[in-house]
Each structure stands twice: as structure tokens, then as C-alpha cells.
Antibody, heavy 116, light 107 residues
Framework: EVQLVESGGGLVQPGGSLRLSCAAS????????MSWVRQAPGKGLEWVSV???????YYADSVKGQFTISRDNSKNTLYLQMNSLRAEDTAVYYC??????????WGQGTMVTVSS | DIQMTQSPSSLSASVGDRVTITCRAS??????LAWYQQKPGKVPKLLIY???TLQSGVPSRFSGSGSGTDFTLTISSLQPEDVATYYC?????????FGPGTKVDIK
């Protein structure tokens, strides 16, 4: 079965760090472009970052220099390293598979809460 | 960067009504436009890609049209299970910006 399973969310203090993981099954992460999308409570979807099959990465302006996307091909897993976290980073974080048809597979999401 | 807008931000319609949602890109994106449905408390689901191609398993009452900067999502006959927020997204190149969403409910 093709699926994505996120983990690593939780409560973190402002200024702290967190690393999210997204384990894929049923397809190869490195053969696709993979993205992180977040959704603050009661708000819309916000695209965060992408890593292409070739390894190129891009970030939303709101997280540039703060977040780092990466993958471990041996584990077929996508990551998002989040540093210097702020209250406005509080959101559900989804990983998603990108195709020529858009984001066709989404994980169930992992909640990140930044609060003291 | 290209900005995405949607209208209306919310709508209320009766079961069986035809519903149309509009999405506009600030610059041309040819047909690299996707629509997603997000039901309350659920994960977003891809409905339509390439502006007008229905994703496998999506009911035929959903349709999309448009090219360049102006796009529409139409539900030909609204059903109770269509209560959700609908988002458009450009995916020609990063940043893969989403529209702000349109919340649809039943009158």
C-alpha cells in the first residue's frame, strides 16, 4: 500500500528545535518530489518546502533559513528539521508526494505546538 | 512569487445545487492547477489536476476548467458529503502556493 506516516511532532518551547519524519511505503521517496505542507489551527494550507528527486530544495519565504528538508534514501524517509521555532510555527505538518498530477499522497499529519 | 486567490471564501447551497468556485493566479501557470478537498478534521485529498483532469475515484459531479490565470471548480449537484473546504494550488514550480480556501456547506 502506498502511504506516508509522519512522526516527531510535539510540544516545544519558543526557540527550540524539532525534527519531523515522514516514512514512505509502497514507493521510492527519492524518485519523486516530496513536500511539507502545514496548517495552523483553523487556517488554510501553507506549502513549506520541497525536495526534488535530484536533491534540489526550496522553501517558503516564511521558513527560509529556519527549516531544512532532507531525505534518507536507505530508510525511504523524508525529514524536516525545524529550528528557532516560534509560536506562529504551531500547525499540523503534512508530508506529501508530488507528481505531475499534483500532491497525490498525503500523510496523516503531525501536530507541532510551540509554547512556553 | 505567484499569488493564488479564491472566491468566494465561503458559500452555502442546497443539496442538488450547482456550485462554482473560482481560483485566480497572479501570473499565468498554463494548466498546472490542482484542486483539493479537505473535510473537517481530515487530510487534504486531491480532486483534480492539470486544471481539468479528475483524479481516480473522484465522483464525476466534480469538474474543473480554465487555463492561464483563471480556473473554476464545479460541483454539478451538491451532496451532503461534499461539505468541506476546497483549495486550489499551483504546481508548475516552487513555491507550490495554495489558495486561501473556499468553505462549502449545506443550506
Amino acid at each position: 500500500e502506498v502511504q506516508l506516516v509522519e512522526s516527531g511532532g510535539g510540544l516545544v518551547q519558543p526557540g527550540g528545535s524539532l525534527r519531523l519524519s515522514c516514512a514512505a511505503s509502497g514507493f521510492i521517496v527519492s524518485s519523486n518530489y516530496m513536500s511539507w505542507v502545514r496548517q495552523a489551527p483553523g487556517k488554510g494550507l501553507e506549502w513549506v518546502s520541497v525536495i526534488y528527486s535530484g536533491g534540489s530544495t526550496y522553501y517558503a519565504d516564511s521558513v527560509k533559513g529556519q527549516f531544512t528538508i532532507s531525505r534518507d534514501n536507505s530508510k525511504n524517509t523524508l525529514y524536516l528539521q525545524m529550528n528557532s521555532l516560534r509560536a506562529e510555527d504551531t500547525a499540523v505538518y503534512y508530508c506529501a508526494r508530488g507528481r505531475p498530477s499534483g500532491f497525490d499522497i498525503w500523510g496523516q499529519g503531525t501536530m507541532v505546538t510551540v509554547s512556553s | 512569487d505567484i499569488q493564488m486567490t479564491q472566491s468566494p471564501s465561503s458559500l452555502s447551497a442546497s443539496v442538488g445545487d450547482r456550485v462554482t468556485i473560482t481560483c485566480r493566479a497572479s501570473q499565468g501557470i498554463t494548466n498546472y492547477l490542482a484542486w483539493y478537498q479537505q473535510k473537517p478534521g481530515k487530510v487534504p485529498k486531491l480532486l483534480i489536476y492539470a486544471a481539468s483532469t479528475l483524479q481516480s475515484g473522484v465522483p464525476s459531479r466534480f469538474s474543473g476548467s480554465g487555463s492561464g490565470t483563471d480556473f473554476t471548480l464545479t460541483i454539478s449537484s451538491l451532496q451532503p458529503e461534499d461539505v468541506a473546504t476546497y483549495y486550489c494550488q499551483k504546481y508548475n514550480s516552487a513555491p507550490f502556493t495554495f489558495g486561501p480556501g473556499t468553505k462549502v456547506d449545506i443550506k
